[in-house]
């Protein structure tokens, strides 16, 4: 099929896009001190210069101490981080590209790939890792109040230093994943419940302050996935009516895109519908949604990373029937923009055959 659907523009609120490629985000760690050096503003630049429209950071830790379990990993808070942030969207601009930083918080996952310990305290619902693995003490209620508050601090530095979007790392078994999780999630106060929807308290209040520091035309984007790095088979909504109960008091509290994360966007959500989970996201909510999940490659990620498999280019066909149909608004691209900053490029070209193999030595450098 010819590509044409995902170069079409999109607007929604203060976000213009000339097209429907978002760089998604993923993580790096090239960034010492937790401060974006000149490298990661040209690595970011490459990519808007290759046509990508909206780019995604790579998680970006928030002023609570254990916001992040890499050392690496960049920070979005303190001058120095920050005015490496600065450094990086003013390249993408003069690139003619739009860029967000994902705002992330790890709670209390740990991180295989390092022996770095962030410092006490580290923020967990209930203190637990994982279903019946307790290993700190629950959050209270003033560690709750200063990390919504760090959340919102951050996505008002985002909009001051001229970032056009924030997006709140709500997926893969993180602090405000943890909080939507009934297996993390044993609190009973306002931030718990017997219900997704009443779990999602706490992402909501996020929104709520990020919203109040941003203001109202700045574009919040929220990631989400039914499954988590501690458990793949997890399913926080079994249902569409337990999907929109999750859903519902997110949109209230300001969410403006939903970005649905799915190890391989293809695979429907519910029986009885091949709608995916952007798509049911998007048709629950009204909301414009992306789509993620080995796009443009035969494996997904979590092969890549854990068992080394590498992965080829893979037909656009069946993703591109879909955006046509308008099941999702854009679609996000990880590993095959990490491997070429040219995949847009390319793809919009009809360069198929130029399109790079993906394997994990890619994440090793920053090119």
Not at 189 to 212: H, I, N, P, S
Request: proline residues 6%; glycine residues 8%; contains cysteine.
């Amino acid at each position: 099929m010819a590509a044409d659907a995902l170069f079409r523009p999109f607007s929604y609120k203060s976000l213009h896009l000339k097209n429907r490629i978002v760089m998604a985000p993923m993580t790096r760690s090239f960034s010492p001190h937790g401060v974006p050096p000149p490298e990661v503003a040209t690595y970011y630049r490459r990519r808007a210069e290759g046509e990508v429209g909206l780019i995604l950071s790579e998680g970006t830790a928030v002023a609570r101490p254990s916001a992040k379990n890499d050392p690496n990993v960049p920070d979005f808070h303190g001058e120095q981080a920050l005015a490496g942030w600065k450094r990086v969207i003013d390249e993408v601009h003069a690139a003619g590209g739009r860029m967000g930083p994902q705002l992330w918080h790890v709670g209390s996952a740990s991180n295989p790939l390092t022996k770095w310990v962030a410092p006490p305290p580290i923020d967990s619902p209930s203190g637990l890792s994982s279903p019946g693995e307790r290993f700190t003490e629950p959050m209270t209620d003033s560690a709750i109040a200063d990390s919504i508050a760090a959340f919102g601090k951050a996505a008002a530095d985002a909009r001051r230093l001229g970032f056009d979007v924030a997006e709140i790392h709500g997926a893969h078994g993180y602090l405000i994943d943890q909080f939507f999780w009934a297996g993390t999630n044993e609190r009973t106060d306002v931030y718990g419940g017997a219900t997704l929807g009443e779990r999602t308290r706490f992402a909501a209040d996020v929104v709520k302050a990020m919203r109040a520091a941003a203001g109202e035309d700045f574009v919040i984007i929220l990631r989400l996935s039914q499954w988590k790095q501690q458990d793949y088979s997890v399913k926080l909504a079994q249902t569409p009516k337990e999907l929109e109960a999750w859903l519902t008091p997110l949109v209230d509290a300001g969410v403006d895109i939903f970005h649905c994360s799915q190890r391989r966007f293809w695979e429907p959500e519910f029986e009885g519908s091949d709608l995916n989970f952007a798509g049911w996201a998007k048709k629950l909510t009204g909301r414009p949604t992306i789509t993620v999940g080995s796009v443009g490659l035969s494996g997904e990620f979590l092969s890549t990373l854990m068992k080394g498999e590498g992965s080829k280019p893979a037909s656009l066909d069946n993703l591109l029937r879909r955006l046509e149909r308008e099941e999702f608004d854009l679609v996000a691209v990880g590993r095959a923009l990490i491997t070429d900053a040219q995949w847009a490029r390319k793809v919009r070209e009809g360069r198929e055959a130029e399109l790079a193999d993906f394997d994990r030595e890619a994440l090793s450098t920053l090119v």
